[in-house]
């Protein structure tokens, strides 16, 4: 039952629960929460110069490169040319080789643009990077994403920051058949519940930002994250009962008075 640790690309990670490090009021709320959310992967953008700005306050500076593991991300980039510049910034700046690669297609609704990450996941895994896409709830894009060496498939719940929770759940359930990587769910957790049920599902991990950043108290919602990815991961080992229409007494009825 205790199978907490999880393994990628002969990498091992301690928690299921991944955490972003963006809109925190400041770098010490940042490490706080990352603390209190018992995670040891923390995404960061590479678009914030202050990474690898050595000169400058620097978010390194409170998260300890040699306690957690570093997962450049490319936020923000809407075209194949930016992405891989921005992965190739981090690994020559000494960041890391594993890069969360965000190819947007849309500037509404974040939604990726599937082509160019198939292209951008290409390119990098032949590079030698350990490339997380994240992609849409497609079963076909997670499979040829995967086709196309991508180290895990990272599909969103609902659009990135909408704390919509999981709206398409068959989806995910479908990927998780398709491929034969770890699934980590991205964007949409909205609070703790949407948290456990990507994990009761069968995903491997939940990476989650805004939820605990936008929270009225961003540590205690980071320790309720740690918590419920706990539980899910612990109820989906467990198995739950089938669901049924009518009702089944809890005590047996054999030698009733």
């Not at 992965?87 to 594993?98: H, N």
């Not at 948290?195 to 991990?205: K, R, V």
């Not at 989906?236 to 030698?255: D, N």
């Amino acid at each position: 039952m205790n199978d907490n640790r999880l393994t990628i690309k002969d990498i091992e990670f301690s928690s299921r629960l991944w955490v972003g490090t963006g809109k925190y009021r400041d770098f010490e709320e940042t490490k706080k929460a990352v603390e209190a959310s018992g995670a040891d992967v923390v995404t960061v953008s590479v678009r914030r110069i202050n990474i690898i700005d050595k000169s400058s306050e620097n978010l390194l500076d409170y998260i300890d490169p040699k306690k957690y593991k570093i997962l450049p991300n490319t936020a923000g980039c809407y075209t194949v040319s930016d992405a891989l510049r921005y992965s190739r910034l981090a690994r020559e700046a000494g960041i890391s080789d594993l890069i969360k690669l965000e190819v947007i297609g849309d500037e509404k609704t974040l939604f990726p643009d599937v082509c160019g990450l198939l292209k951008a996941t290409e390119i990098l895994a032949k590079e030698g990077f350990i490339v997380f896409p994240y992609t849409n709830d497609d079963p076909v894009t997670a499979k040829r994403l995967v086709d196309a060496g991508a180290a895990a498939i990272m599909p969103l719940g609902a659009p990135i920051g909408s704390g919509l929770g999981i709206r398409n759940p068959y989806n995910i359930k479908i990927i998780l058949e398709t491929v034969d990587v770890p699934v980590i769910v991205d964007a949409g957790v909205g609070t703790a519940s949407d948290a456990t049920f990507s994990m009761e599902l069968g995903c491997d991990a939940v990476l989650i930002n805004t939820a605990i950043a936008g929270a009225k108290d961003p540590i205690a919602m980071a320790s309720a994250m740690k918590y419920a990815v706990l539980a899910g991961r612990l109820a989906y080992r467990a198995g739950r009962i089938p669901r049924k229409l009518y009702a089944s007494a809890s005590s047996p009825i054999e030698g009733m008075l």
